[in-house]
């Protein structure tokens, strides 16, 4: 549907916004669109939804929100200047972006990030995040984002999940999204101009992580895991954890926090 005035500073800063009614991954539909012959999109194309029926979160697991319940966000950004050895900050600056905005929403709540990128509230998780690369062109990289906003007790996909009604409050979700892409789209900028990742966009992204400093269990694609302490991010952003065995560094993986 075209832009009913609800996000108009989002808008203004994006170099396209559609909202649309209805969407089955917005996630999906923003890469195919960039992958077809229309040609390149341009940096900070956004689509988004209220009513997203067929989303996916990591290790392909689905996410699936009622219709209103959640806001689904998908940004397109250009990467081509940021070094490819840096470009595996890229999900964390998104993650620690999205806590930020997050945070400025819920100021009485205590907001952080679960390494690599989703974003907790109270222990809780809000929102989770999705970055795929644009087949046939790696320059290209579409970041989706699931928030909880006015989903129910009820209908939380899992005990450990939250939602901004849940919390009794109310998503100003222009002002939530505004932040959140200016945030990225700053991180995304430091990250090329420095050809890595600079200490002080380390820093930020270290102090928003809620996973260093605790024991945690880790489960790889591959069907193994690494349970230890999490101790720090390594110069690619990976989870280092720290075990009986040594230190190992992880670039991916699905991390649960032990208590």
Not at 8 to 13: E, F, G, I, S, V
Not at 222 to 237: F, K, T
Request: net charge negative; hydrophobic share 45%.
């Amino acid at each position: 549907m075209p832009d009913d005035g609800s996000f108009r500073r989002l808008n203004a800063l994006v170099s396209s916004l559609e909202i649309t009614p209805q969407s089955a991954s917005t996630n999906a539909q923003l890469v195919a669109r960039a992958a077809g012959p229309a040609g390149a999109l341009p940096h900070l194309t956004v689509l988004l939804t209220r009513d997203q029926t067929g989303g996916r979160g990591r290790l392909d697991r689905s996410w699936v929100a009622g219709p209103g319940r959640a806001l689904a966000v998908s940004v397109l950004v250009r990467v081509d200047d940021v070094a490819p050895a840096a470009r595996g900050w890229i999900p964390l600056v998104a993650g620690a972006a999205m806590t930020r905005a997050v945070a400025a929403q819920l100021p009485q709540q205590t907001v952080r990030m679960k390494w690599p990128n989703d974003v907790l509230v109270d222990g809780r998780k809000i929102c989770g995040i999705l970055a795929e690369v644009v087949p046939g062109d790696p320059g290209a990289v579409v970041i989706g984002s699931g928030v909880n906003t006015t989903m129910p007790a009820d209908e939380l996909p899992v005990p450990t999940a939250t939602s901004f009604a849940v919390l009794g409050a109310v998503a100003d979700e222009d002002a939530l999204l505004s932040d959140y892409v200016r945030e990225l789209d700053r991180a995304l900028r430091d990250l090329a101009a420095d050809g890595g990742a600079p200490a002080e966009l380390r820093t930020a992204v270290e102090t928003v992580c809620a996973t260093i400093g605790l024991d945690v269990r880790v489960s790889l694609p591959d069907g193994s895991a690494v349970v230890g302490r999490a101790v720090r991010l390594d110069e690619d952003g990976r989870l280092v954890v720290a075990s009986d065995s040594g230190e190992r560094s992880l670039s991916a993986g699905d991390v649960v926090h032990v208590r």
